[in-house]
């Protein structure tokens, strides 16, 4: 119940292209859901980050979509550059007082000039 | 202001050895955890430290500890190496209270031969 699937594994798109990332949970105690972006060689980076009581947030370029009762969120990154080439991580948590993050499988993306 | 900050960076140790790795919070942050990453099992977590106070750890053997010291500055320990724990040790930072932004260092990469 604790799990975080995520998916795809790896993706590949063409510049300006729209990726997508999906990430579905079991735990309805979730309530806090960020994406981290990891470059090699780096520590995740916080991109950004939704509650389920709003459908979608948008930051830049990037937006989560929220699926409350399909237990489901998804990362689009609009007009996608080679510089957003990374490994992307969708993660769950709750607002009680320990933090404990856990995190899907990871994505890697490849962004074609 | 300062990120969290991780040290020492890149370290090889002998299996059965022990290893201590140090993580200095972002200033004012008063919780740190710690992640594992591996390519094989991804990102898990260790334990976190609030205040000097386990709040909660994660599946991981007895030979993995940690503590917090006053400063909010924390250590984590492996006794007797295995091979398979060489991996990306991770430490996040948060306020621990109502907000749950959490932040990453770069890691310390242990290599165990």
């Known amino acids: 119940q604790q799990q975080v699937k995520q998916s795809p594994q790896s993706l590949i798109v063409q510049k300006g292209g729209i990726p997508i990332i999906n990430c579905a949970y079991e735990n309805t105690a979730f309530d806090y859901f960020p994406w981290y972006q990891q470059f090699p060689g780096k520590g995740p980076a916080l991109l950004i980050a939704?509650?389920?009581?709003?459908s979608e947030k948008k930051e830049g370029r990037f937006t989560i979509s929220f699926n409350k009762s399909a237990k489901q969120f998804s990362l689009h990154i609009m007009d996608s550059q080679p510089g957003d080439s990374a490994t992307y991580f969708c993660a769950a948590t709750t607002s009680g007082s320990a933090r404990q993050l856990t995190f899907g499988s990871g994505t890697q993306l490849t962004v074609l000039p | 202001k300062a990120g969290v900050t991780q040290t020492p960076r890149y370290l090889i140790k002998t299996r059965g050895q022990q290893v201590t790795l140090s993580c200095s919070p972002i200033s004012g942050h008063r919780s740190v955890s710690w992640y594992q990453q591996t390519p094989g099992q991804g990102l898990q977590f260790l334990f976190e430290y609030f205040s000097e106070t386990q709040r909660n750890k994660g599946n991981f053997p007895g030979r993995f500890s940690g503590r917090q010291f006053s400063n909010s500055r924390s250590e984590m320990n492996v006794s007797t190496l295995e091979l398979g724990d060489s991996a990306l040790y991770l430490c996040a930072s948060s306020d621990g209270g109502s907000g749950n932004t959490i932040y990453f260092g770069e890691g310390s990469w242990l290599t165990v031969v």
């Open positions: 939704i509650r389920p009581d709003v």
